[in-house]
């Protein structure tokens, strides 16, 4: 069985595919996503709304693990480099996520990171 750490490694990994319904399928029924210059989103269906808008304008995106921790049994860290070409413009985001696991799957998840660095970008 794959420990939380795992789990959340093939989560990042699974961004570079773009597919809303396969990232999403890493939540709990209610889980919820709080990227956190904006408001929470709760439940499956719609985190996979919430990533199916933003993913609109991707053309790719390679997600690139700094360093990764579990704390406990259902907390893992993850510290990020978001590398996202769009149709607007391309992006290297460093970020941090907090999982918060629930039965192997996403409870909870906290993305930080500086919403200045993405607006330049896009600009």
Do not use: H
């Amino acid at each position: 069985m794959p420990t939380n750490t795992d789990t959340i490694t093939n989560f990042v990994n699974a961004w570079s595919r773009m597919d809303p319904g396969e990232l999403a399928s890493y939540f709990c029924e209610d889980g919820a996503y709080y990227n956190m210059p904006t408001q929470p989103v709760e439940g499956r269906a719609n985190v996979e709304t919430y990533i199916r808008k933003f993913l609109s304008n991707w053309t790719e995106t390679t997600w690139d693990i700094i360093n990764i921790a579990a704390a406990g049994e259902n907390l893992v860290f993850c510290e990020r480099l978001d590398r996202t070409k769009t149709t607007a413009g391309d992006v290297d985001l460093p970020c941090v996520g907090v999982f918060e696991m629930e039965d192997g799957k996403i409870k909870l998840w906290r993305d930080y990171f500086d919403m200045g660095t993405f607006v330049k970008a896009m600009s």
